[in-house]
């Protein structure tokens, strides 16, 4: 395939990229976005409030901590905690992840003693995404080779919201070469975009540019994660998946603050994308006070242990 010149070192031309959004169904209103949220809301999430279901999601919980006031040993006492509850409770699933600042990668490596727990860094400036993208590529090649196995970047939302999608897709590829065999997740900043279009466009161009999982939010910007938006977004996965034969995975993140918010977004992604992706690999929650939460209601009684 002939690549015509243009100025990215990279990305793909913006032709390629308008050539791409084509194939897709960008056509949509966020009232009947609203609508759909609704019918699998009232419909379906009733059937999937189990103790199985409660379970599951325990498996797919990234135990979160971005705080200004992390240190080295806050963040090993927070991966203790992973240790012991792998101990105290060896018939239920462990979380899928610990995530933290770069800097703490290594401290997670050295701590965590549980296998099949993933460390995730958040980079390339995260929250903002507004450095330079040579620091953000050299954030994250760091990250990883201090023991990061996944990447959470946020995607430069002023680019797309500009409509620079060439941007957008570039610096994400770059990020990606510089994640190695590492996946990727791509944060959408959804609260930020505005339109249900706007985020169908940019869950299309970080899926294009080598996104993993796309993921709603920072949790740092208001709103943050939405049903709305998590529905978009997987309808985006699903018809990626149906053109392409890839399988992308789904990250809500930011105000997953009760066990019933966990329910709904499980029950849109059993409803948009079918149980090829209800596993700890495709279906991540990011989130911290959620695991004490859904564990209080596995153990029948209200638990603090995280």
Excluded at 198 to 227: R, V
Aim: aromatic share 6%.
């Amino acid at each position: 395939m002939e690549h015509e010149h243009h100025d990215h070192a990279h990305g793909l031309p913006m032709s390629h990229i308008e050539e791409a959004l084509k194939k897709y169904n960008l056509d949509i209103s966020d009232e009947e976005v609203g609508a759909a949220v609704k019918k699998i809301i009232a419909e379906k999430v009733a059937e999937n409030d189990t103790l199985e279901v409660k379970k599951f999601l325990m498996g797919s919980v990234e135990l979160t901590t971005l705080k200004t006031t992390d240190s080295d040993t806050s963040v090993m006492a927070f991966t203790e905690k992973v240790n012991k509850f792998d101990e105290d409770f060896p018939t239920l699933p462990h979380v899928a992840t610990i995530c933290v600042y770069p800097r703490f990668a290594r401290t997670v490596a050295e701590t965590l003693e549980v296998d099949g727990v993933e460390i995730a860094c958040v980079s390339g400036s995260f929250p903002s995404s507004q450095s330079l993208i040579e620091v953000k590529t050299v954030e994250t090649s760091l990250a990883v080779k201090d023991g990061a196995t996944e990447i959470d970047i946020v995607q430069p939302v002023g680019s797309l919201l500009e409509g620079d999608y060439e941007t957008v897709v570039d610096e994400i590829q770059q990020q990606k070469e510089a994640c190695g065999e590492a996946p990727m997740k791509v944060i959408l900043e959804t609260g930020m975009l505005g339109t249900a279009r706007n985020i169908k466009i940019a869950s299309l161009l970080a899926m294009y540019a080598g996104a993993d999982y796309i993921k709603t939010s920072t949790g740092k910007e208001k709103p943050a994660a939405t049903p709305e938006a998590a529905y978009v977004m997987c309808q985006a996965i699903r018809e990626y998946y149906d053109e392409t034969g890839i399988q992308i995975g789904f990250k809500p993140a930011g105000g997953l603050n009760t066990v019933m918010d966990a329910l709904i977004y499980y029950t849109i992604v059993k409803e948009v994308l079918g149980e090829k992706w209800l596993t700890n690999k495709w279906l991540r929650l990011g989130t911290s006070r959620l695991a004490n939460l859904l564990l209080s209601e596995v153990l029948g009684k209200e638990t603090k242990f995280f």
